[in-house]
């Protein structure tokens, strides 16, 4: 096994670091030999089938062209759990996992009835429908590509989530309100694609993470324009936000009437999520 170890380290050499050579290297033998024990346990194997050869260089052409390796093993972890991932949603990030964190940490009397605006992958509303108790979660999606994909890790996690595919953007079916509305919507604007790495630009999906410049509150402005009809007064609104428009989206909030508006840091020290809660006197948003 040594000799297609050290292929895979000269193959990966140069493009990633020691640290991410070495978790490389582990998942790629874990994936062509399906036990992921045997490749510290087990010195004795030393021929792969020619199966097996032709998936590893796969995997190498996938990692050197700058594919996220989540895409390339079609799977990643958020909150503990295993989740699919393809080009058809984006990879969970760990400001996601905080902003779940902060949702679950909250105190709950009774049931919650959840809607995740944008659920990609799922891993939001799944997450959430497992970890509160009595919680009844909706997720909606624009892209059927991304509900399917969301559908699967939920059946995978057996999680009790109602998807459905709806546009925000145009007249909503009849809902019942909501207590708890989350969103991780696209916030970034079209002038800070220069700054983003390669491998999200060329990988990830556009129309999941930008925005165009003169209107980069677009989605928080409409789903709190939507408020009104989705939200129970004393219901709670969490976005994940751009760090640079912690300020607007509060003042949006605010302005719409929502109290107790607070940004929370992520572990960075960067403010990237919001909570708001809608009064129990709110007339209209």
Known sequence: MQQYIQHIRRELNRLYTSSEIAVLTRLIVEELL????IYFTNDKINHLSRLQVEKMEDI???LK???PYQYVFGKTEFYGRMFKVT???LIP???TEELVEWIVSEPYEGSRFILDIGTGSG???ITLAKEIAHARVDAWDISEKALAVAAENAAR???GVRFSRTDIFQKLPDSEKYD???SNPPYVTESEKKLMERNVLDFEPHEALFVPDNRPLLFYERIVSLTGELLEDGGRLYFEINRGMAEPVAALLRDAGFHAVEIKNDISGNPRMIRAVKPASHGQV
């Open 123 to 125: 891993c939001i509303a």
């Open 34 to 37: 399906g036990d992921q024990n």
């Open 180 to 182: 708890l509305i989350v």
């Open 65 to 67: 062209r700058g594919e």
């Open 60 to 62: 190498l052409s996938r």
């Open 87 to 89: 080009g058809d949603v």
């Open 93 to 95: 990030r760990p400001e």
């Open 157 to 159: 996690n057996s999680a």
